[in-house]
């Protein structure tokens, strides 16, 4: 049977396991493939593509003749990854807020938990991203913001010009702010 004849159909309409047992064995893997590619999470992409096989089946009865499978897969599974993605931002950006109210409500008041703050967890996690940062960068970005070298002595110590001192600075400010986000490089920044 392939995958859009009207016995497939019919058999999907009336809720036959062996027809869904087909459908699934047919698409499973080129639907999980292309969730894959689509959310870049394994886990989350089997969960959606697995949530459509269900909604297909919950939705037989609705089934029309001329019906595709393919194509409605397909479709289910793409607006599927849009959902997940919008609820992934939206969780992020509550988990920032989140992060934000501690902050302004907790340590800003209590200047001994900004410190300790600062001192402890935050000095570990900047250090780690300074680690991550490509040689050259992140001698440059050390140069410059631990040593509190200008762009022209940083040149003339490492025998480059100052427009590449200033890219790689930009590259590591770009790096920093994307691995500690935008709060972190900005206490970051105030501290050095």
């Known amino acids: 049977m ?8 019919t058999e999907l309409r009336e809720g036959r396991e062996k027809a869904f047992t087909q459908v ?3 698409y499973y893997g080129p639907l999980l493939n292309y969730a894959g590619r689509i959310l870049k999470d394994v886990e989350l992409a089997n969960d959606v593509v697995q949530e459509c096989f269900c909604r297909l089946y919950e939705r037989r009865k609705e089934i029309k003749r001329g019906f595709q499978v393919r194509p409605y897969l397909y479709r289910s599974v793409y607006n599927s990854c849009i959902d997940a993605i919008k609820h992934q ?6 988990i920032n807020q989140e992060l934000l109210d501690f902050y302004f409500s907790k340590v800003v008041e209590t200047p ?7 001192d402890e967890d935050l000095k570990g996690a900047i250090q780690d991203a300074i680690n991550k940062l490509p040689e050259r960068c992140r001698e440059i970005f050390v140069l410059s913001k631990v040593d509190g070298l200008s762009n022209k002595q940083i040149a003339e110590q490492l025998n480059i010009s100052m427009k ?5 600075m930009t590259t590591a400010f770009v790096r920093l702010r994307k691995e500690l986000g935008w709060l972190l490089c900005f206490i970051f920044i105030q501290n050095f």
């Open 164 to 168: 590449t001192v200033e890219a790689q």
């Open 112 to 118: 001994e938990a900004e410190q300790a703050l600062l």
């Open 2 to 9: 392939d995958g859009n004849s009207e016995q497939l159909i």
């Open 24 to 26: 699934f064995r047919m």
């Open 89 to 94: 931002k939206v969780e992020n950006n509550y």
